[in-house]
């Protein structure tokens, strides 16, 4: 008999689950067998970036939007969840995952701090983290300092921004194979 396995996808702000990062984690996910959830944010408020009482507030609306759209999911019946978060998406599965008592692992692309602040007692072999050191969205010598203290797997792109990329498209390129990599490799373990 087969694995049952769940993948819970959350997007970031504007960044939907047809951007490449959570598009092509999807795919991955697909193929090697998850059950694909994807979760939407609505109404959140504009303009947050840099101001922690607006992320925090938009954090709040993303979490209760993903209580409700995951509210008839038997987590148990699972042998496999991966949550898959993309900036406030990841404030949110990593709440969600610690309110719920679940047992899973986390992808998250581009977190912001409150997302390292929340959970002081996560698993560090449950977590792998990217974030490109040009990120507007976040302090990254806070975000290092905040995953070595907790012992977070983080992948750290030069000069790439919240979206993990550069002004070179080659590169950028390079970098969403080298994530993917990662990330299924991640996936298969």
């Known amino acids: 008999m087969e694995k049952k396995k769940l993948a819970v996808i959350l997007p970031g702000m504007g960044y939907t689950k ?3 990062l959570l598009y092509y984690s999807g795919k991955i ?32 609306i993303a979490y209760g939007q993903v209580v409700d759209q995951l509210k ?3 987590f148990f019946r699972y042998e496999d969840v991966i949550f898959i ?7 949110a599965s990593s709440r969600y995952i610690r309110e719920h008592a679940i047992q899973a692992r986390q992808i998250w692309y581009t977190p912001l701090q409150a997302t390292l602040d929340q959970d002081r007692n996560i698993e560090p072999k ?22 070595g203290e907790l012992k977070l797997e ?17 590169r950028n390129i ?9 990330t299924k490799e991640f996936v298969c373990i």
């Not at 959140?44 to 507030?57: D, F, R, Y």
């Not at 978060?85 to 404030?91: E, L, P, Q, R, Y």
Request: aromatic share 6%.
């Open 85 to 91: 978060g993309k900036s406030i998406g990841t404030i």
């Open 29 to 60: 996910l697909a193929n090697e067998g998850y059950e694909i959830r994807n979760v939407t944010f609505s109404a959140l408020p504009k303009k947050v970036q840099g101001n922690l009482a607006l992320i925090l507030e938009a954090a709040d």
């Open 154 to 170: 983080l992948h750290v792109y030069d000069g790439c921004n919240h979206s993990l990329e550069s002004p070179d498209v080659d």
């Open 126 to 147: 449950k977590v792998l983290a990217f974030i490109g050191s040009a990120d507007p969205w976040s302090d990254i010598a806070m975000i290092r300092k905040s995953a």
């Open 18 to 20: 047809d951007k490449p």
């Open 174 to 182: 390079a970098i969403m194979r080298e994530v993917m990599k990662r």
């Open 72 to 74: 008839d999911v038997d």
